[in-house]
Protein backbone atom coordinates (compact mmCIF):
# COMPACT_ATOMS: atom_id res chain seq x y z
CA UNK A 1 0.00 0.00 0.00
CA UNK A 2 2.78 2.81 0.79
CA UNK A 3 5.36 3.44 -2.03
CA UNK A 4 8.99 4.57 -1.02
CA UNK A 5 9.12 8.04 -1.49
CA UNK A 6 6.09 8.95 -1.39
CA UNK A 7 5.62 11.91 1.42
CA UNK A 8 1.90 11.73 1.74
CA UNK A 9 -1.58 10.05 0.49
CA UNK A 10 -5.05 11.84 -0.08
CA UNK A 11 -8.58 10.42 -0.60
CA UNK A 12 -10.81 12.66 -1.80
CA UNK A 13 -14.48 11.27 -1.87
CA UNK A 14 -17.70 13.32 -3.10
CA UNK A 15 -20.86 11.95 -1.64
CA UNK A 16 -23.88 12.28 -3.53
CA UNK A 17 -27.23 12.52 -2.12
CA UNK A 18 -26.37 11.53 1.02
CA UNK A 19 -28.93 10.31 4.01
CA UNK A 20 -31.68 12.84 4.54
CA UNK A 21 -30.49 15.66 7.48
CA UNK A 22 -27.01 14.59 7.79
CA UNK A 23 -25.46 17.56 5.85
CA UNK A 24 -27.24 19.99 8.33
CA UNK A 25 -26.93 17.52 11.89
CA UNK A 26 -23.91 19.05 13.29
CA UNK A 27 -23.53 16.63 15.99
CA UNK A 28 -23.15 13.76 13.18
CA UNK A 29 -20.55 15.57 11.26
CA UNK A 30 -18.95 16.26 14.20
CA UNK A 31 -19.20 12.33 15.60
CA UNK A 32 -17.92 11.69 12.16
CA UNK A 33 -14.73 13.68 12.34
CA UNK A 34 -14.13 11.91 15.94
CA UNK A 35 -14.69 8.79 14.84
CA UNK A 36 -12.52 8.33 11.52
CA UNK A 37 -9.68 9.14 12.53
CA UNK A 38 -9.66 6.07 15.11
CA UNK A 39 -11.15 3.96 12.85
CA UNK A 40 -8.00 4.51 10.36
CA UNK A 41 -5.59 4.29 13.18
CA UNK A 42 -4.63 7.80 13.09
CA UNK A 43 -4.04 10.32 15.95
CA UNK A 44 -5.48 13.57 16.51
CA UNK A 45 -3.43 16.96 17.46
CA UNK A 46 -6.81 18.53 18.36
CA UNK A 47 -10.50 17.63 18.79
CA UNK A 48 -12.81 18.57 15.38
CA UNK A 49 -14.05 21.83 15.05
CA UNK A 50 -17.52 22.12 12.89
CA UNK A 51 -18.64 25.67 11.26
CA UNK A 52 -22.24 26.42 9.89
CA UNK A 53 -22.18 27.91 6.35
CA UNK A 54 -24.47 31.47 6.15
CA UNK A 55 -27.25 29.74 4.08
CA UNK A 56 -29.10 33.03 4.10
CA UNK A 57 -25.94 35.15 2.73
CA UNK A 58 -25.24 32.19 0.49
CA UNK A 59 -27.77 30.16 -0.15
CA UNK A 60 -26.29 27.42 -2.76
CA UNK A 61 -23.50 26.93 0.04
CA UNK A 62 -25.52 25.95 2.99
CA UNK A 63 -24.32 23.41 4.88
CA UNK A 64 -20.58 22.56 7.75
CA UNK A 65 -17.71 22.85 7.44
CA UNK A 66 -15.06 20.82 9.52
CA UNK A 67 -11.48 19.16 10.06
CA UNK A 68 -9.77 17.44 12.80
CA UNK A 69 -5.60 18.17 12.93
CA UNK A 70 -3.98 15.09 12.44
CA UNK A 71 -0.51 14.06 13.79
CA UNK A 72 -0.42 12.77 10.29
CA UNK A 73 -2.09 15.78 8.22
CA UNK A 74 -6.06 16.15 8.65
CA UNK A 75 -9.85 15.11 7.65
CA UNK A 76 -12.18 17.99 6.26
CA UNK A 77 -15.66 17.67 5.13
CA UNK A 78 -17.71 19.70 3.76
CA UNK A 79 -21.34 19.62 3.11
CA UNK A 80 -23.79 21.06 1.00
CA UNK A 81 -27.50 21.03 2.43
CA UNK A 82 -29.03 22.10 -0.86
CA UNK A 83 -28.30 18.59 -2.63
CA UNK A 84 -27.35 16.37 0.36
CA UNK A 85 -23.77 16.39 -1.22
CA UNK A 86 -20.84 15.82 0.97
CA UNK A 87 -17.30 15.87 0.10
CA UNK A 88 -14.61 14.50 1.98
CA UNK A 89 -10.50 14.48 2.21
CA UNK A 90 -8.36 12.36 4.12
CA UNK A 91 -5.06 13.40 3.74
CA UNK A 92 -2.18 11.15 5.45
CA UNK A 93 1.64 11.33 5.92
CA UNK A 94 1.57 7.36 6.28
CA UNK A 95 -0.25 4.82 3.91
CA UNK A 96 -4.29 4.00 5.37
CA UNK A 97 -7.24 1.60 4.25
CA UNK A 98 -9.02 3.72 1.40
CA UNK A 99 -11.58 0.95 1.02
CA UNK A 100 -12.13 1.06 4.52
CA UNK A 101 -12.27 4.85 4.89
CA UNK A 102 -14.76 4.55 1.76
CA UNK A 103 -16.68 2.24 4.03
CA UNK A 104 -16.97 4.69 7.02
CA UNK A 105 -18.60 7.13 4.81
CA UNK A 106 -20.77 5.12 3.47
CA UNK A 107 -22.20 3.83 6.76
CA UNK A 108 -21.92 7.50 8.28
CA UNK A 109 -24.10 9.10 5.30
CA UNK A 110 -25.24 6.80 3.15
CA UNK A 111 -24.51 8.22 -0.17
CA UNK A 112 -26.47 7.06 -3.07
CA UNK A 113 -23.26 7.17 -5.29
CA UNK A 114 -19.46 8.39 -4.40
CA UNK A 115 -16.87 9.00 -6.26
CA UNK A 116 -13.42 8.34 -5.33
CA UNK A 117 -9.88 10.19 -6.45
CA UNK A 118 -6.40 8.98 -4.91
CA UNK A 119 -3.26 11.11 -4.50
CA UNK A 120 -0.28 10.36 -4.07
CA UNK A 121 1.68 14.13 -2.35
CA UNK A 122 4.84 14.39 -2.43
CA UNK A 123 6.69 12.00 -4.82
CA UNK A 124 9.84 13.99 -4.84
CA UNK A 125 10.03 14.66 -1.07
CA UNK A 126 12.72 12.15 -0.26
CA UNK A 127 14.71 12.16 -3.30
CA UNK A 128 17.84 10.71 -1.97
CA UNK A 129 20.31 13.77 -3.84
CA UNK A 130 18.34 16.18 -1.15
CA UNK A 131 16.92 18.56 -4.05
CA UNK A 132 13.77 16.92 -4.12
CA UNK A 133 14.02 15.77 -7.69
CA UNK A 134 13.51 17.20 -10.56
CA UNK A 135 11.08 15.68 -12.54
CA UNK A 136 8.03 16.59 -11.68
CA UNK A 137 9.35 20.12 -11.10
CA UNK A 138 10.03 20.64 -14.39
CA UNK A 139 6.27 19.23 -15.45
CA UNK A 140 4.89 21.77 -13.24
CA UNK A 141 6.74 24.69 -14.76
CA UNK A 142 5.65 23.33 -18.38
Same mark, same amino acid.
Given at each position: ?????VFG????LD?????D? @? #??????C?????E? !?GF?GME? *???P? @?????GV????KA?L?G? @?PL $???S !?V???? $?P????T @???? #? #??????K????F #?R???A?KR !??T *?F?ERG???Y???G????S??????K
Amino acid at each position: MSKPGVFGYELLLDLYDCRDG @V #CDDLTHCYNFLDEI !VGFLGMEK *QAPPS @VFRSDGVRFPDKAGLSGW @VPL $IESS !VVIHTL $IPKDFIT @VDIY #C #CRAFDRKKAEEF #CRRFFAPKR !VET *QFVERGLDYYASDGSYGSSHKELAHK
